[in-house]
């Protein structure tokens, strides 16, 4: 599976692990899946772990991706930490981060997990 996602309901967070070759209907059915879990938490912040993506989406697919964000119904989410170790995929995940600003409380890129999970761990929310 290209998108797989636990939840740790006690820290509110979710992480989502985006791997091989990810295309856009996988991410609308990764929110449609959210969506129909009775687990998930009224509010979540987001670990998105993007290191094992094969694929780099063109600038219309990370528009629709954060646009789809925005029809997540009854779900409410805090910070976002974009987890990136290539380049190319910093450059996608700033994207991402651009379209998809209005949509979190908070959203950065991180080159490190360890920097990604501190940030989320945080009361910091610029």
Request: glycine share 6%; proline share 5%.
């Amino acid at each position: 599976m290209p998108i797989t996602y636990t939840i740790d309901r006690e820290r509110g967070r979710i992480r989502t692990i985006c791997a091989g070759g990810v295309q856009l209907q996988e991410v609308i059915g990764h929110f449609d899946a959210l969506q129909r879990d009775p687990d998930v938490p009224r509010r979540l912040d987001v670990l998105l772990d993007m290191t094992r993506v094969t694929s780099f989406p063109e600038r219309p697919q990370v528009r629709a991706a954060a646009d789809r964000v925005a029809l997540v119904d009854d779900i409410v989410f805090g910070k976002c930490a974009i987890l990136a170790d290539r380049e190319a995929m910093v450059e996608v995940a700033g994207m991402f981060e651009t379209f998809a600003r209005g949509h979190f409380a908070s959203i950065r890129t991180f080159r490190q997990r360890r920097a990604a999970e501190e940030w989320l761990d945080s009361l910091e929310i610029p």
